[in-house]
């Protein structure tokens, strides 16, 4: 399976690289552009549309993913399930428009919430054909698709129109044209079927399976809206629009990885879920990439929050700053996360998914209500430490499932974490010497990239053993061997 996986990952990560730096090259024009009030009624809209979406799509493509067989008739009932769901969802949308005007007491949200409801209509093609792509490891198509069309949407819709004038309706239509290009994109590589059959013994087959993938799906967004929800019902729109977009940046490299773990690592590990050693070997392996590069990669978010949040959202975003700061030192956690709750999924543990999730929810909602008073880099701050505490009770469960010591899951992860006290050292250094200078913004991250990451290539290349280590090692030789380049030869063999 590791070869697989590290194919999928190099594609996957590939792919997602460019859109998350595409993604921040349209944020960067679209924040000079747009006003936090615009963000904030979006993001208080996207509550709704996200709660929505887990039923328009009742855990349906993680039970195709999963199923062992998978015939065309049971395609069929999927995709009528799917688009009853999805119509369900629209007219709901309508119905709850004034309703969560109310609730966040903010003019215009209810039209956003009811225009953005079409988004259900333009996914429901797309949504059986993107599971059957995903559940024969075929992301690279996903992906492709997925870029062109998010490119597509920014330069001929969302800025355009944002550079008119059309505010938070911008966002909206962007949203929307990705959306549908998408869907008909995916469907015209995989012609699935079109003609919905209903049978209720089938779809009682389908939903047994996709239930509890729906229910953990549930407890997840709460605990990952809530600190929306209450930001934005009790601080306001301009508020939530700065809050909104802290995470969102902070969030980038966990929304590119948990991708790669939804699409890559999770149907690999639903795979060989019968073969215990396989699947611990893979989840420890997988503990140490994510340290690897996470924990290197949240101390940077850190160091250089100023720098990157005038760069990618202009002054007038300051205010995110802190936040922002706060926010980034769970960021590994939040990868991390993600490798346990796969390994779970993959077993078709999902109570145990929910029983951490619900432990986060009640420690967000109760962490922000107990804090949103006070500002956001309070809230900010009781948000992190739900995360640390929900990290914890993940990845224990997933431990106790494939019998995993807590020796061997520190040991796992401590040559990331030499790595990133490292690179973190180098990169304070760097950030302190080119701010006495006044170093203009964009110039002192192009210096943290050179600087830090000639520092990790060095360390990883003369000390693999101390910042590589034997789990990391086979994965960095396929990727080096996919890239044409010699193998490494300094990593340490397994059973050093």
Request: net charge positive.
């Amino acid at each position: 399976m590791g070869r697989a996986v590290a194919v999928g990952v190099v594609w996957s990560g590939a792919f997602y690289l460019a859109e998350t730096l595409a993604q921040l090259i349209f944020t960067a024009v679209l924040a000079r552009l747009l006003s936090p009030h615009d963000y904030g009624v979006v993001a208080a809209a996207n509550i709704f549309i996200q709660l929505a979406n887990l039923i328009s799509n009742p855990g349906i493509n993680a039970a195709i993913i999963q199923m062992p067989e998978l015939d065309r008739q049971r395609q069929r009932v999927a995709l009528s399930i799917v688009f009853v769901a999805s119509f369900l969802c629209f007219a709901g949308m309508l119905l709850v428009a004034p309703a969560a005007q109310y609730w966040f007491q903010m003019d215009g949200l209810a039209g956003v919430v009811q225009v953005l409801g079409l988004i259900f209509l333009a996914q429901a093609l797309g949504s059986l054909p993107q599971a059957l792509l995903y559940r024969d490891l075929h992301s690279q198509s996903v992906f492709v698709t997925r870029f062109a069309t998010v490119v597509f949407a920014n330069v001929m819709v969302a800025i355009p129109m944002a550079y008119a004038g059309f505010g938070y309706w911008s966002l909206v239509a962007g949203t929307l044209t990705q959306a549908f290009a998408n869907s008909v994109a995916l469907y015209l590589q995989v012609r699935s079927p079109l003609v919905p059959r209903f049978s209720w013994s089938e779809a009682r087959e389908l939903m047994r399976t996709a239930s509890g993938f729906s229910i953990a799906a549930i407890v997840s967004f709460i605990s990952l809206q809530g600190d929306n929800i209450i930001v934005g019902r009790y601080l306001g729109s301009s508020l939530l629009g700065i809050y909104s977009r802290a995470y969102s940046l902070m969030g980038l490299p966990n929304t590119m990885y948990s991708a790669i773990a939804e699409r890559v690592v999770f149907p690999a590990m639903a795979r060989v879920q019968n073969d215990l050693e396989r699947l611990r070997s893979a989840y420890i392996q997988g503990l140490a990439i994510t340290a690897f590069i996470g924990i290197p990669l949240s101390a940077q978010l850190v160091i250089f929050a100023p720098e990157l949040i005038r760069v990618v959202f202009g002054p007038k975003w300051s205010a995110a700053i802190l936040p922002f700061e706060i926010l980034s030192v769970a960021m590994y956690v939040r990868l991390s996360w993600r490798v346990s709750s796969s390994l779970l999924r993959s077993r078709g543990e999902l109570g145990r998914i929910i029983t951490a999730n619900s432990i986060q929810a009640v420690l967000v909602i109760g962490g922000c209500l107990a804090t949103y008073r006070y500002g956001l880099p309070y809230l900010s701050a009781a948000v992190t430490l739900s995360f640390l505490a929900g990290f914890s009770v993940v990845s224990g469960l997933a431990c106790q499932r494939v019998r995993v010591s807590l020796s061997e899951f520190l040991r796992a992860q401590i040559p990331g974490a030499l790595l990133g006290g490292l690179v973190g050292l180098m990169g304070s250094g760097t950030a302190l010497v080119l701010r006495t200078l006044a170093v203009a913004d964009y110039l002192v991250l192009i210096a943290d990239i050179l600087v830090v990451g000639a520092a990790a290539l060095a360390a990883i290349l003369f000390f693999p053993r101390i910042f590589v280590g034997r789990d990391v090692a086979p994965f960095l030789d396929h990727l080096v061997a996919m890239s044409g380049l010699s193998r490494l030869k300094r990593h340490p063999k397994s059973g050093d």
